[in-house]
């Protein structure tokens, strides 16, 4: 118990004197049905005092709570931890004591809503509690890595698909390659993970050519009614031969060998990216430009011939490149010495509006469509 003048010193405008000796008498000797009423009683008045707590005043209430929540039936700890899970400075010890406690009905709310909890307290409860908790777990607005890996490595089934489904969680190397695995017999996990847009779409190469056809048709009937109909003209577009430079037909194996190099000692960058757009160096350019944004070099070939010039743009927006690299990119399909084609401000201000998230949905789309193509 904390002392009654630093009790009273907290909180001034309550009946500091009277709730201190109700407390104490509650504490020592009180039955359950005391404990409760003062519980909720310091409940509601942390709760109306939090905003101008400091952590020194916000551990006395941590002090008392944790001692008053020991023999409390469930149901008014379910309450408690409602009530606290979206409090962003609760009291610590109390918070941790609710979300290890056995029953998830107790547990749940902190684990999935709690930001006093740290990566090292989600890490410790994901990997010494029940399946239940970890569920809770994978629901969190944000996860990070260190505590995906301990949902994949300890969770079943129901755990894995909702973690993957999870936009707000974040995957390491080995995460990812978990998630790929488990997916070669779960065809809801497999609809899942290709829809992550973390996914790197060389993971996304591999799953969609492992997974079933009926996978494959879902991925791609996902694709937001705005992108359809560009989705259709890319496909079109990529398909026409074209009068132009980029016509002709075209060795790519020598440039996949040396900017694949490039890439492998760290030196495969934009700046390397412009400099094959400006001196000209149609193979190269392409292959840095799959590299750079994760693309298959199926993909950027036939955007390369395209007549069409928007479709680049999404590569090149994923690769974070400035609008001086794509102008530069654009200017290799024509042949050496022809005037920008018409239309380049315009590119340039649906380069700007284009949102780099938009740009992988898009790009995914036309990885599924080219996978799904080749395993027809």
């Given amino acids: 118990m904390p002392p009654c003048n630093l009790w009273i010193a907290i909180v001034p405008n309550a009946d500091s004197p009277s709730l201190f000796d109700d407390l104490d008498a509650a504490l020592q000797s009180g039955s359950s049905e005391k404990r409760v009423a003062m519980l909720r009683q310091v409940t509601d008045l942390f709760l109306s005092e939090a905003d101008r707590l400091n952590e020194e005043q916000i551990g006395v209430f941590d002090s008392v709570l944790v001692q008053l929540i020991e023999r409390i039936e469930t149901r008014t700890l379910a309450e408690i931890s409602e009530r606290l899970a979206h409090v962003t400075n609760a009291p610590i010890d109390l918070t941790l004591n609710l979300a290890r406690h056995s029953e998830i009905g107790i547990a749940g709310p902190i684990l999935t809503n709690s930001s006093r909890l740290t990566t090292a307290d989600l890490v410790d409860i994901a990997k010494t509690r029940s399946q239940d908790h970890l569920l809770a777990i994978s629901e969190r607005a944000q996860i990070e890595t260190a505590v995906t890996d301990v949902l994949l490595d300890r969770g079943n089934q129901a755990v894995v698909q909702s973690v993957a489904g999870n936009s707000g969680a974040k995957f390491s190397e080995s995460g990812f390659a978990a998630l790929l695995k488990a997916a070669e017999t779960d065809e809801e996990l497999a609809e899942k993970t290709g829809s992550r847009l973390d996914l ?177």
């Fill in 200 to 376: 790197p779409l060389n993971l996304l190469r591999q799953l969609l050519l492992r997974a079933t056809e009926s996978v494959r048709s879902r991925l791609l009937t996902r694709t937001p009614p705005e992108f359809q109909e560009e989705v259709r003209r890319a496909v079109s577009a990529a398909a026409e031969a074209v009068d132009q430079e980029s016509s002709k037909p075209h060795d790519f194996q020598a440039a996949k060998a040396f900017v694949g190099l490039l890439q492998e000692k760290g030196e495969l960058d934009e700046n390397t990216l412009f400099g094959f757009a400006r001196g000209r160096r149609y193979e190269e350019t392409a292959v840095a430009l799959s590299l750079l944004s994760s693309a298959s070099l199926e993909i950027i070939k036939p955007l390369m011939k395209s007549p069409r010039d928007d479709g680049l743009l999404i590569p090149c927006k994923v690769a974070d490149c400035k609008w001086e690299t794509v102008s530069a990119i654009l200017a290799t399909k024509l042949p050496s010495g022809s005037p920008p084609k018409a239309g380049q401000e315009k590119l340039k201000t649906d380069f700007a509006k284009l949102s780099k998230s938009n740009a992988q949905r898009l790009l995914r789309f036309w990885q599924v469509r080219e996978v799904s193509a080749r395993s027809a």
